[in-house]
Structures are given as C-alpha cells and as structure tokens.
C-alpha cells in the first residue's frame, strides 16, 4: 500500500468521527473535554481486528503477556470478583 492510500484511509477515518461538544471552564487550568451523552457510550461495541502480520502478532502477544504478569503479580482473578 503506498503512503498517499494511506494517507487517504487515514483521512476518511478521521473525517467519519462524530464532532463532539467541548465543555471548557475559565477558572480551570485542565484543558476541555468532549461531552458524551450516555446513549452514545452505550452504543459503542469493543473491536479485535486479526493480527495478519508479524509486527502485530509480536504487539497482541507483548501486552497478553504483560497483562498476564501484572494479573499474577497482583493476584487479580476475574472469577473471584464480586459487588462486595
């Protein structure tokens, strides 16, 4: 694929994103935030594209592996979790 069909996949991706409202408060140094309305976060469906290349099966499996050994080193189970 060459850099200008790239360019242009990146650019109608970006254009596809819905524009939010940005809420910016005067007396605050944080910088503004989009506001999202409930039913717009609602809709939102996680996504897992298939690693094709090497370079991508060496990234799922690095942070497999770290979220692995960050579980093991603090004795997270997802079995055991409850509302307590």
């Not at 819905?18 to 408060?25: F, L, N, R, T, V």
């Not at 910088?31 to 996680?46: A, D, G, R, V």
């Not at 080193?73 to 079995?79: A, D, P, Q, V």
Request: glycine share 2%; hydrophobic share 35%; net charge positive.
């Amino acid at each position: 694929m060459s850099g200008s069909t790239k360019a242009a996949k990146l650019t109608k991706w970006y254009l596809r994103l819905p524009k939010h409202k940005k809420y910016m408060d005067p007396e605050s140094h944080m910088m503004p935030h989009p506001i999202y309305k409930l039913t717009e976060i609602e809709k939102i469906e996680p996504v897992h594209m298939p690693t094709n290349s090497f370079r991508n099966k060496w990234a799922y499996f690095s942070v497999r592996s770290i979220r692995f050994i960050f579980d093991m080193l603090t004795k997270f189970n997802e079995k055991r979790m409850n509302e307590k």
